[in-house]
């Protein structure tokens, strides 16, 4: 919420790099801290805005400050898209619009009021106001309280850049696996330098700072998208009732007359302050995907406790795994939507084991060593609302949330999965996958005396074949096309490990021609497996489904081999988490399940990049692979 002008700080960190050089300007910003959100003023009209903070940098040269603008940011709007004479005020004068649509933009803003010597306000002084759209294009003004407005000062005294990408929060519905959402948020960068100003890094501490953000309405919006679908200009009526309708926000309360509609004034600029740059707490190391095959550690903005609902913990990793479901999207060429889960910080790392640094729950503390499946993850699972899901219990998971995947220092969970752990140790990574892998045999019931051919034997592939050959099934053959793999299926229980140019020879050869009574596919990322598993079963058998399809559609799927052999299909994805993931901490713990061969290698997380080149390539015999955090 808003603080009150009169105690408002906007800190700037002063830093050696200008953010706009950097591969990632966002990070470049993570060591100064957020403001307060921004909202409506208390006193104003109006229905509320889309959530806002921004950050403050400054180098020698220049102030810099970057906006994360949450919510539907609106495209500008363009010259062609207004009629001919539609007018706008301007300093008491009606100018033509087309030379002035920046007033009509959704956009944010930065007033800059340099003070005299002595740092008091003085009314009659001069301040400078940059208006920035979501093209970068902004409206510069040297202004004077009071009204007058110089619009011809300042065009090439900025520079800004404009993006949308994945950072930070999300709400309801605004992650997804299948990256099918197009929800994204908008962000801005601006850079001012002083010597415009008449200001030094020195003497800008004798300055005062405001922010804020403006909207068009939900009316608005959608009269400016039927327009633009039917592309039909603008008419007067359209941008006076936009104009009219504005909802403006800042991180400042005024004190004196807030009920008074308007930025330009004292009341909403709060005190500058530079602090030196140094290693403090806003910031965080975190894997982000730049491209394909492309991983990096950069400088995360910490996510906020106070950001989150209640039942939020801040998680502070120390082992986080590899889940072969991260390949395809390490590996995948086209660049993800900003909703997908794995273009966040952190990336897509959902098997984490860490300590709680901050709660807002009653059932964990700060202390607590714990298994924690971070945001990015939940809101996936939460959001598909399998038989588990109930509205009262879970629809917490998909309020506003300060997402993060796990390949992050700090990451934010929730008490729905978070699990509590007597011990902080890389094994109990393992009681992911093995939830899962739960979740499938639950669903396949009792495999006594039964045939089964697991066909992938990765990390999961090795669990279900050690959790079957546990539960009695009387023959268990672990398909892959990796000899050492055979091996370790062998090692955790396989009576068979065979490659897939012999496993039909092979399974005929155990069952008198007949088939397995179960198939699982453990292999996904592919079309053909599923119709191999169609071979290796039995008339009036089971298929598991457990890999991960990259496509929506099948072309090759053999419906008619299913549906002549009276083929049962058993699906198991997103598990129960007030069931298959405490079910599996507990086997772990209780020692009633060996994780022994499964964990094989271990990096780093500054080494991310060179974990993930082994675990795709399946170099030096990898099974799983665990990153370390300092």
Same mark, same amino acid.
């Given at each position: ?206 300055? #005062?700072? &405001? ?6 309405? /939900?009316?608005? !919006?959608? %009269?400016?998208?039927? =327009?633009?679908? +039917? ?86 990793? #120390?082992? &986080? ?6 390949? /395809?999207?390490? !590996?995948? %060429?086209?660049?993800? =939507?900003?909703? +997908? ?290």
């Amino acid at each position: 919420m808003p603080v009150k002008q009169d105690v408002a700080r906007c800190v700037g960190v002063v830093t050696q790099q200008n953010p706009l050089d950097s591969v990632s300007p966002y990070h470049a910003f993570s060591s100064a801290p957020a403001t307060e959100e921004f909202a409506v003023p208390t006193q104003w009209p109006g229905p509320p805005a889309d959530d806002t903070t921004a950050r403050v940098l400054c180098t020698e040269e220049s102030l810099f400050v970057c906006f994360e603008c949450e919510g539907d940011a609106i495209e500008p709007i363009q010259a062609s898209e207004i009629s001919d004479g539609v007018k706008v005020d301007v300093s008491g004068e009606k100018m033509d619009l087309k030379d002035w649509s920046v007033l009509v933009d959704e956009r944010v803003e930065v007033f800059i009021w340099p003070q005299d010597d002595s740092g008091t306000p003085v009314l009659d002084q001069r301040y400078f106001a940059y208006e920035i759209n979501f093209n970068g294009v902004a409206l510069t003004n040297h202004a004077q309280f009071g009204g007058r407005f110089d619009f011809t000062w300042g065009k090439d005294s900025y520079k800004a850049k404009c993006f949308r990408m994945a950072v930070g929060r999300a709400g309801a519905g605004t992650i997804s696996a299948s990256a099918s959402a197009e929800a994204e948020k908008a962000v801005v960068v601006v850079e001012i330098p002083f010597k415009g100003l008449g200001l030094t890094l020195s003497t800008a501490k004798n300055m #005062k700072i &405001a922010l804020h953000r403006a909207q068009h309405s /939900p009316a608005c !919006k959608k %009269t400016l998208s039927s =327009k633009r679908a +039917s592309k039909t200009p603008l008419s007067q009526a359209d941008v006076d009732a936009i104009l009219s309708e504005m909802i403006w926000s800042s991180w400042i309360n005024p004190v004196e007359n807030p009920e008074e509609i308007n930025f330009h004034r004292p009341g909403f600029f709060a005190t500058f302050q530079c602090e030196p740059e140094s290693e403090n707490s806003h910031c965080c190391n975190a894997a982000r995907l730049l491209r394909a095959n492309k991983l990096e550690i950069v400088s995360s903005p910490k996510p906020l406790l106070s950001k989150c609902p209640k039942g939020a913990v801040l998680v502070k990793a #120390k082992y &986080a795994s590899v889940c072969g479901s991260d390949m /395809p999207y390490f !590996k995948n %060429t086209t660049l993800p =939507k900003a909703s +997908s889960y794995w273009n966040r910080d952190g990336f897509c790392g959902h098997e984490v084991v860490g300590e709680v640094v901050a709660s807002s729950s009653d059932n964990f503390a700060v202390g607590d060593p714990v298994l924690a499946l971070p945001s990015s993850y939940f809101k996936a699972h939460a959001a598909s609302r399998q038989e588990w899901y109930k509205e009262s219990v879970h629809g917490v998971l998909l309020r506003p949330f300060e997402v993060r995947g796990g390949f992050s220092e700090i990451f934010t969970s929730h008490e729905l999965y978070c699990y509590k752990l007597k011990e902080l140790k890389p094994e109990m990574l393992i009681a992911q996958g093995l939830g899962t892998v739960l979740q499938l045999a639950r669903k396949l019931g009792c495999v006594i005396g039964k045939t089964i051919a697991i066909v992938g034997q990765g990390q999961n592939g090795l669990l279900a074949t050690r959790l079957l050959s546990q539960f009695a099934a009387k023959v268990v053959v672990g398909v892959d096309p990796l000899e050492y793999r055979q091996q370790r299926a062998l090692e955790c229980g396989a009576t068979h490990a065979v490659g897939p140019d012999k496993a039909l020879e092979l399974i005929h050869e155990l069952t008198d021609g007949r088939g397995v009574d179960i198939v699982i596919e453990m292999v996904g990322h592919n079309q053909d497996t599923i119709n191999t598993c169609f071979e290796y079963v039995r008339n009036n058998g089971t298929v598991g489904i457990f890999g991960v399809p990259d496509d929506a559609t099948y072309n090759n799927f053999e419906y008619g081999k299913m549906f002549r052999k009276n083929l049962t299909l058993v699906s198991a994805v997103v598990p129960d988490p007030g069931r298959d993931f405490p079910q599996a901490l507990a086997l772990i713990e209780q020692g009633r399940f060996a994780t022994d061969g499964i964990l094989t290698h271990s990096f780093k997380l500054n080494d991310i990049q060179n974990g993930f080149d082994v675990s795709s390539s399946y170099k030096d015999n990898v099974i799983k692979l665990v990153f370390e955090f300092d």
